[in-house]
């Protein structure tokens, strides 16, 4: 029984790869980016589309956080990219668009935009497994465990790097607490003096006016 409820898990995650929605919004003249935080060692592969328009050009750029460029376009309608991580980083897909023609104001008033519409993969949902099923000659349930392998793998590395993400706050945290009691330790310390030196001059002051003996 327990293993049945683990093969029927291992099906859902695999069937849940496959349910990768498009993401589609307007671009009017400007720039768009969508991030994406990405571990390390990752396929990513991406598709996008633009609808047609002969007032605007657009181009496009993925970047990692650095500013290292992954993938470069200019005037884009439609294509693919792909690339694997080296460090787990932030990257961008940025859009930007601009004008060719002077009047972006459509019939009905409205300024001119264009569809645009990205799907990002990454990890096993990024993979072809039925490509790698044909050029390996895996048989229907290989190419199943074969998914279900490569799926608890991205698994593994989705909870170790949450764990390395854990105990990086958890020690910043520790070391932030530190600092603030040290400085606070610091801070009522030097009040102390600062008062103790305070009264010795005002006792040293009246003795001199001989207001007090």
Do not use: W
Not at 81 to 86: G, H, L, P
Request: proline share 2%; with cysteine.
């Amino acid at each position: 029984a327990k293993k049945r409820t683990m093969m029927r898990v291992f099906l859902v995650l695999c069937l849940a790869v496959e349910l990768v929605h498009p993401l589609s919004f307007s671009l009017p003249q400007g720039k768009k980016c969508i991030k994406d935080m990405v571990i390390e060692d990752v396929l990513v592969v991406g598709e996008y589309e633009l609808s047609e328009s002969q007032s605007m050009r657009t181009n496009v750029l993925v970047e990692d956080s650095n500013g290292h460029i992954l993938f470069q376009r200019e005037d884009a309608t439609d294509g693919k990219f792909a690339f694997t991580t080296e460090n787990s980083d932030l990257f961008s897909v940025c859009f930007t668009s601009f004008a060719v023609d002077t009047n972006l104001i459509d019939s009905d008033g409205d300024m001119l935009t264009r569809e645009v519409t990205l799907t990002l993969k990454h990890g096993p949902e990024a993979k072809d497994f039925d490509s790698i099923a044909s050029v390996e000659k895996f048989k229907p349930s290989e190419t199943l465990m074969y998914r279900m392998e490569q799926l608890a793998f991205a698994l593994v590395q989705s909870f170790s790097y949450l764990s390395e993400r854990e105990k990086t706050m958890r020690d910043t945290n520790t070391s932030t607490l530190q600092r603030v009691s040290y400085f606070s330790s610091f801070s009522v310390v030097s009040l102390l003096v600062l008062a103790t030196l305070q009264i010795c001059l005002l006792r040293k002051f009246f003795k001199a006016k001989k207001l007090i003996s």
